[in-house]
């Protein structure tokens, strides 16, 4: 019998999965998170699209404010019927150049200037978005780092309840189901290994793709997120959001260049000016000069500047409601996002002065309490898989206050 119980310890040694913290996570760099983001204002592809379309915004403006195009013209005139041209009658050249009618350049270099500041907007609200996205995936990096950190400290705990079991087994203090369930607890803790490298390497992933690198390329780990303080107040924080709100200050732009298009439109009813110079080469008699003005009717087609006008006056009015719209939104984002962050930053100080701690002592008082049969192996167990979900929950509110963080700085237009 005793042989027997000695084979089943041994066995029992053997199968133990090697679940043990790879050594070289000791000597892996910290990963700054001030670092990442200046590699991505400076490499991410969304951001340097953004930028290259408000550049090609802003060339539209001399384009909008220049004159057309100067034409020359070489023509034959009184051309013999065998089509001789060397036998004309004369030769006309000409130049004409056409002249918009006053203040219509000055409204369409006006236009495309509020385009370009609308792209410039547009180029602000995408590198706020990316950098919102590169620190939320940073912070998911953390905490895939910090659920890895945490199982192996389980490891360690599981295997130390493990050599306790078969202490108390070797002496006939228990039963072999002590054995079996720590085995249990270590195939239970072996197959979550598994899903844990792989939100690491999701979370790896998606932080490269943000620093435009190789999805596989290798990461620092990140270091703890401090715990945020917000010092101003939600009034404070809405006011500033509707003020810098990137997607509220486009709106804004996107009224005044509704306003402008329908100065330009009602501008169209006035004609251009076509002015034209020709010097006649007279072949047969002494040479002459010619000039004309020619002014096109828009009158003629005033159903088609009416459409236009009420085109221009209703893209103002979508204006005008895209911009309360964007008001409402954000009002209601910030407090959302106000309230989760005060929410989360007390979960974490509740965990850090008490639920953690408390986790800590109900877990000596069980092992103390399995030494001395005071509770059985189950209430061991259970209190370890609390403290894991405590240490789990912790980490994770942590995470969830910077990444609320994030999102509130994204809509307020600044770091806090």
């Known amino acids: 019998m005793k042989r027997l119980l000695l084979l089943f310890i041994f066995f029992f040694n053997a199968i133990e999965p090697s679940t043990a913290a790879p050594a070289a996570i000791e000597s892996t760099p910290t990963l700054v998170l001030e670092d990442i983001l200046r590699e991505v204002a400076d490499k991410n592809p969304e951001i340097l699209a953004a930028e290259k379309r408000e550049r090609a915004a802003e060339e539209r403006i001399p384009q909008a404010h220049a004159f057309d195009d100067p034409q020359i013209g070489v023509m034959q005139w009184s051309i013999p019927s065998n089509f001789n041209l060397g036998k004309a009658d004369e030769t006309w050249y000409t130049l004409s150049q056409s002249f ?13 200037g509020l385009e ?9 609200g995408v590198r706020l978005k990316i950098i919102r996205e590169t620190k939320q995936a940073y912070y998911d990096l953390f905490f895939a780092h910090k659920a890895s950190d945490v199982h192996h400290e389980q490891v360690d705990l599981a295997r130390r309840f493990s050599a306790i079991a078969r202490e108390k087994f070797a002496a006939g203090a228990v039963g072999q189901q002590d054995l ?4 249990v607890e270590f195939l239970n803790l072996s197959n979550a290994l598994v899903t844990l490298e792989q939100e690491r390497e999701t979370a790896e992933a998606r932080l490269n ?5 190789p999805a596989a390329s290798p990461l620092g780990v990140p270091a703890v997120p401090v715990v945020p303080f ?5 009034e404070v924080l809405q006011l500033e959001a509707e003020e810098t709100r990137p997607e509220n200050r486009m709106q804004i732009l996107a009224i005044r260049r509704g306003e402008e298009l329908v100065k330009l439109t009602r501008r169209d009813f006035y004609p251009d000016v076509m002015a034209e110079v020709a010097y006649w080469d007279v072949h ?17 087609n005033k159903k088609k500047y009416d459409a236009r006008i009420r085109e221009n006056e209703a893209e103002r009015s979508r204006a005008q409601a895209a911009y309360q719209a ?5 009002q209601f984002h910030v407090k959302e996002l106000f309230a989760k962050v005060q929410t989360n930053r007390r979960l974490v100080k509740l965990y850090q002065e008490g639920i953690l701690p408390l986790s800590e002592q109900a877990l000596e008082a069980a092992t103390v309490g399995y030494q001395t049969k005071k509770n059985d192996f189950l209430t061991l167990i259970e209190v370890q898989r609390n403290l894991k979900e405590t240490e789990l929950a912790y980490f994770r509110s942590l995470v969830d206050v910077n990444k609320n963080l994030a999102e509130l700085e994204e809509l307020v237009g600044r770091a806090f």
């Open 180 to 183: 079996i369930r720590a085995q």
């Open 116 to 124: 370009r500041t609308m792209a410039g907007e547009e180029a602000r």
């Open 284 to 300: 047969d008699g002494p040479n002459r000069w010619m000039a004309s003005i020619k002014i096109n009717l828009p009158w003629i």
């Open 326 to 330: 964007a008001i409402n939104e954000t």
């Open 100 to 112: 918009p009618f006053f203040g219509k350049r000055a409204l369409r270099g006006g236009v495309a």
């Open 230 to 234: 917000l010092e101003a107040s939600l």
């Open 209 to 213: 793709t943000l620093l435009n690198r």
